[in-house]
């Protein structure tokens, strides 16, 4: 039995379900954990509390830049103009899109894995929950929240496109969920400098949590407002 928040979640699949020694007598009937209704009840109650995620350690942004040779007339402040010139994101594509989000609301990245589906679902976005090392979280789709089209194959390039999906995992403060992305390139820094307005031919759900575009690689990159992200997945989860 595990304590999450004012949750209590039994979570018997670390122990006797497939995670562990497998010896509990309901895998003869459903095979696996994500079949079995003990499963689906604690599902659903993690989508009526969020479950604190695992604290690890925050993206260091001062890692991704290289840190300039001294010289007798760098001073602090200098220093600190440097690394205020530009902000750190993780760059992942979903479709035909490349986006951007803040490297300090990721926990981690993973492989993708199988996503348990949750009847009366109340948002489409909602995808359901997946297990992340033994944790249950909220999987949600960013792609019907911004509004994506799919992808058409016409408007593929090949150079930029290579299908590697993984799973996303963010987080900001206790309020933590996951999205499937087909492409993760890397962390990515832009200049301030380099924003540009939104299109006005983006969706109304991409317009509202697009901060700016930047160039990168020939193409331009949306890069997202963080907190109106975690805003709309908590409204989508009322």
């Known amino acids: 039995m595990r304590e999450i928040g004012e949750i209590r979640i039994d979570d018997c699949w670390n122990r006797i379900g497939v ?31 969020p479950m604190p995620l695992a604290e690890l350690p925050r993206h260091d942004a001062r890692a991704a830049t290289p840190t300039p040779t001294s010289t007798p007339f760098d001073s602090s402040a200098a220093r600190q103009s440097q690394q205020q010139a530009s902000e750190s994101f993780l760059v992942f594509r979903i479709g035909s899109e490349w986006l951007g989000l803040p ?28 297990n992340v090392q033994g944790e249950l979280l909220v999987c949600l789709s960013l792609a019907h929240l911004l509004g994506f089209e799919p992808e058409s194959s016409t408007a593929r390039d090949d150079r930029m496109h290579v299908d590697l999906p993984r799973l996303l995992v963010v987080a900001r403060d206790e309020e933590h969920a ?26 109304p759900g ?33």
């Open 178 to 203: 996951v999205f499937p992305v087909d492409q993760v390139d890397g962390v990515q820094r832009f200049a301030p400098s380099a924003f540009h307005a939104p299109p006005a031919t983006l969706s």
């Open 103 to 130: 490297t300090r609301i990721f926990k981690r990245i993973v492989q993708t894995r199988p996503v348990h589906t949750l009847p009366h679902r109340q948002h489409r976005a909602v995808l359901g929950v997946v």
């Open 19 to 49: 995670r562990g020694d497998a010896s509990c007598e309901r895998l003869a009937d459903y095979v696996r954990c994500l079949n079995c209704p003990v499963f689906e009840a604690a599902a659903a109650k993690l989508l009526d509390q």
């Open 206 to 238: 991409a317009a509202a949590h697009t901060r700016a575009v930047a160039p990168w690689r020939g193409i331009s990159v949306g890069l997202l407002d963080a907190d109106a992200l975690f805003d709309t997945l908590n409204r989508s989860l009322g």
